[in-house]
């Protein structure tokens, strides 16, 4: 079972070495919508520089930015500067002249024709010097209420092109729809336009080091895997608790909700990627394939359940932010026990937990372990578990939890940890979004979300979702800055 994993990891790099080398000699066109907005400058820009220091972009490439505001190509740049200056590593800052000649800037509005004929027309002008055509990658950085109108412009105009051996991929962000009906209506309105390798849906969660540990760690120390199931596992706890608030997105969150931003997608991948059983291969179909099919054993929670099971709070002052609406019941935490129904966890409790403006961050998968008697030197009535804690946040780290003599005559017992300290991890990262477009450069879709994926996770969302739209007197407040859940 290893060896497989081991051997087709071979084959990958091997495929990525391959891919690199072709993508070094065929031209880029890159096309970013929403190229004004805080996200591409905070880190799709910063992103693609770091990938054009390291040598991952093809020598030819363009960017294209497309937006509303009445911008030059001298403004898009001198904002591009300003993103680096910023969000980039700054020992790279040196070669940022360079980079930032690859940028130019197209106006139009998302559903303006003439627009996306300027945009093709500027897109084949840089092809001409070339062979006439490119790879495209286009990355929708807007509200998804504008991605049907984008899809019909963009196949309207043939800005997607997949012939001579060129490819066009689509990258989306989420959230894909408000609920499972909204979700999959956008997702199959998508696919009617797109092949589904041509479209790349966003997790960046998955792009995150830690979490693509998860695989490693499982799969390849035997230690684990074995106790790893309902006989031996207690709980497991998977928490994403911020410090940052709402900020500027007031309006757009105060839609959505913690439930709806992080926990219908970046909890329960964290959640699928702890539980998958072994894909057998390291093929991004067949890690989907598990991934999903963890996703869909969940347990829908429903009728009284979803008051015993879940709570929702919202922090004092949001219903001042500037877009959040008078007598918002709008959650910014939320809590969720449930389980998987199927052969290795059912009966484990499962809990699922987010939340802004906490008192620390610390977004972190714990495992704990049964304690199983008879244990030598256990005080009388202690319960004494191992635990497992994946942490992404402050640190990356993965801590072993064991119990261990103390240093003295007796044989008193203390808590100890086994500590593999990743990496210092300073606010959101840009990293993740390097792996994210260089995956796509590379045409491989294992950490971005399949169709079935993203329609469990709605399935899973909408009975809360509905159960607490019934009793909106269930939202409680907590003290910004000033409280976090008890820890078991
Ligand atoms: C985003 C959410 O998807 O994830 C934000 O919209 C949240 O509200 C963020 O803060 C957390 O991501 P990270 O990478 O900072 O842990």
């Not at 608030?245 to 926990?263: P, Q």
């Not at 347990?299 to 949001?318: A, H, I, P």
């Amino acid at each position: 079972m290893y060896h497989t994993l081991d051997k087709s990891l071979e084959a990958r790099l091997e495929s990525y070495m391959i891919a690199r080398m072709k993508q070094a000699g065929e031209p880029l066109s890159i096309v970013l919508y929403g190229a004004t907005g805080d996200l591409v400058s905070r880190k799709i820009v910063p992103a693609l520089f770091h990938l054009f220091q390291q040598g991952r972009l093809p020598s030819e490439f363009h960017i294209f930015g497309y937006g509303r505001k009445p911008w030059s190509h001298l403004d898009f740049q001198a904002r591009g500067r300003q993103a680096l200056e910023e969000h980039a590593q700054k020992d790279f800052l040196a070669e940022k002249d360079e980079f930032l000649k690859h940028l130019s800037y197209i106006q139009g509005e998302m559903d303006d024709s003439s627009g996306f004929t300027a945009l093709r027309a500027s897109i084949e002008d840089w092809e001409a010097s070339f062979t006439g055509h490119s790879n495209r990658m286009i990355y929708l950085a807007v509200p998804p209420e504008l991605y049907r109108t984008i899809f019909v412009n963009i196949k309207n105009h043939q800005l997607i092109q997949d012939e001579h051996g060129y490819w066009t991929r689509v990258l989306v962000e989420k959230p894909i729809g408000t609920n499972a009906q909204t979700a999959e209506e956008l997702d199959g309105f998508m696919r009617s336009i797109l092949k589904e390798d041509q479209l790349y849906r966003i997790e960046h969660y998955l792009a995150k080091h830690l979490i693509q540990n998860l695989l490693v760690f499982r799969f390849s120390n035997s230690l684990f895997e074995r106790v790893w199931n309902r006989d031996f596992i207690e709980r497991i706890d998977i928490r994403l608790w911020e410090t940052v608030g709402v900020e500027t997105r007031g309006a757009l969150y105060d839609g959505l909700g913690a439930l709806r931003d992080v926990g219908q997608n970046h909890v329960l991948q964290m959640l699928a990627l702890v539980a998958m059983e072994h894909p057998q291969q390291f093929t991004a179909e067949a890690i989907r394939r598990e991934r999903s099919q963890v996703l869909r054993s969940l347990k829908w929670l429903s009728g009284n359940d979803v008051f015993r099971l879940t709570e929702r709070r919202q922090y004092q002052g949001y219903s001042h932010i500037p877009g959040v609406k008078e007598g918002s019941r709008t959650e910014t935490y939320f809590r969720i026990q449930t389980e998987l129904e199927n052969d290795r966890w059912r009966g484990v409790p499962i809990y699922l937990e987010s939340g802004k403006r906490l008192k620390e961050v610390r977004k972190e998968i714990v495992v704990t372990f049964k304690q199983t008697p008879p244990l030598i030197c256990a005080d009388e009535g202690a319960h004494h578990q191992n635990r497992i804690v994946f942490s992404l946040a402050p640190q990356e780290s993965i801590q072993l939890q064991l119990w261990i003599k103390k240093p003295d005559h007796g044989f008193e017992i203390e808590r100890r940890s086994l500590e593999m300290k990743l990496r210092e991890v300073h606010g959101s990262e840009v990293a993740a979004y390097e792996r994210v477009l260089l995956d796509c450069l590379r045409g491989d879709q294992t950490l971005f979300l399949g169709t079935d994926e993203l329609h469990a996770m709605w399935r899973f969302i909408d009975p809360i979702l509905e159960g607490w739209a019934k009793d909106p007197s269930m939202v409680q407040s907590y003290k910004p800055d000033g409280w976090a859940p008890e820890i078991f």
